[in-house]
Every structure is written in structure tokens, then in C-alpha cells.
């Protein structure tokens, strides 16, 4: 139990940290929450027009999840913890009064450090879905429905479990994406945002 709540606090503490946020600042781009969706995320940073800055959020907001999960490994519920902690961490870091990012980079992160199947899985899903319907918010929705599907296929129930609230956290975070969506006003990919 101990090494459970360690994991989810150590998880949410490095999942909190604002990294779309502070390479914007760093790289002159201003406070990323006063463009576009007004989101920490790397999609949002991406709107900058700043590829490189955008990518480094993209990998270290997937690293806040995979490293606490991978220093839990060796204690399965303590790892499963650390993936859920880093995800609420992002979503609502105390540092930013609860308003974080959508957990997109978080997520996949967390699935490539607990199965990298898994984790292929969400990478494929999302892929797929930008190619067919060239939405990043609708992409990553469906990968985040295949992913627990993906890791209770491949045996790992307790697995399936946290990801599926993961998952439904995700798309209570993309409501207002969901709602863009089926007006049929969501911006696609490679779309310039208003």
C-alpha cells in the first residue's frame, strides 16, 4: 500500500511540471496559454509554429510518465500508481491552479513504459486515425480507446483498468474538442488555428 501511494504521488509530482509551459517561455515564445486552446500540451506549443519546441514538450511530457513508472517497475501496483498519478499530474498540476494539459504525450508515455505493445498500439491507432480523418483531438481519442483494449488482449487486466480511466479522463478533458467535432468545426491537421 505504501509503495502504491508513493507511486502515485512521486507520478503526479513529476507529471505537474509544466514542460509546454516553460519551453515556450524559455524559447521566447510567451505564455503558451494565451494561444490557440490555451493548453500546456505539445499540440498547443505546436501552434507557435515552433516544430523543435513543440517536439521537446511532445518527449518530455511522455518521459514525466515513463521515468516514475519505470522506477516503480519492479512493483506492479506501484507502477500502475506512478501512470495514473503523472496523468492527473498533467491534467491538473497544482503549480498552474489545476489547469494542465490533456494528457495526450502523458498518456503514451505511460503505455510505451508499461507495454511497448501497448504502447504500439496507441502509436498505430492515432497514425491511422490522422491519416483517415486528419484530426489530432479525434486520433488521439481513439487511441485512447484501443490502448486498454489492447493491454486486457494482451493480459494485463490491472493494466486495462487504469487506462481506462485514463481514458475517460482524456475525453473529459477533450469535451469541448468532442463538442468541435461532431459541429464539424474541429481543426485538422495542419490547419492554422483562429
Same mark, same amino acid.
Given at each position: 500500500m505504501f509503495e502504491t501511494a508513493l507511486g502515485l504521488v512521486v507520478g503526479y509530482l513529476a507529471g505537474s511540471i509544466p514542460f509546454g509551459l516553460l519551453l515556450s517561455k524559455i524559447a521566447g515564445l510567451g505564455d503558451i496559454r494565451t494561444i490557440g486552446s490555451g493548453n500546456i500540451g505539445a499540440t498547443? /506549443? !505546436?501552434?507557435?509554429?515552433?516544430?523543435? /519546441?513543440?517536439?521537446?514538450?511532445? +518527449?518530455?511530457?511522455?518521459?514525466?510518465?515513463? !521515468?516514475? +513508472?519505470?522506477?516503480?517497475?519492479?512493483?506492479e501496483h506501484a507502477g500502475f500508481a506512478a501512470a495514473l498519478g503523472a496523468f492527473l499530474g498533467h491534467v491538473f498540476p497544482v503549480w498552474l491552479k489545476f489547469h494542465g494539459g490533456k494528457g495526450i504525450a502523458v498518456y503514451l508515455g505511460a503505455s510505451l513504459a508499461l507495454s511497448p505493445l501497448a504502447g504500439f498500439v496507441f502509436v498505430v491507432s492515432w497514425i491511422a486515425s490522422a491519416v483517415i480523418w486528419r484530426t489530432s483531438s479525434l486520433s488521439a481519442l481513439i487511441a485512447c480507446v484501443t490502448t486498454p483494449i489492447a493491454l486486457a488482449v494482451l493480459g494485463q487486466p490491472n493494466g486495462a483498468l487504469v487506462f481506462t480511466l485514463m481514458s475517460a479522463l482524456a475525453f473529459w478533458a477533450h469535451r469541448e474538442n468532442i463538442k468541435r467535432i461532431r459541429s464539424g468545426t474541429e481543426s485538422r491537421i495542419g490547419q492554422k488555428s483562429d
Open positions: 498547443n /506549443v !505546436l501552434r507557435t509554429g515552433n516544430k523543435s /519546441v513543440a517536439l521537446a514538450t511532445l +518527449i518530455l511530457d511522455a518521459l514525466k510518465a515513463a !521515468l516514475p +513508472i519505470l522506477a516503480f517497475s519492479h512493483m
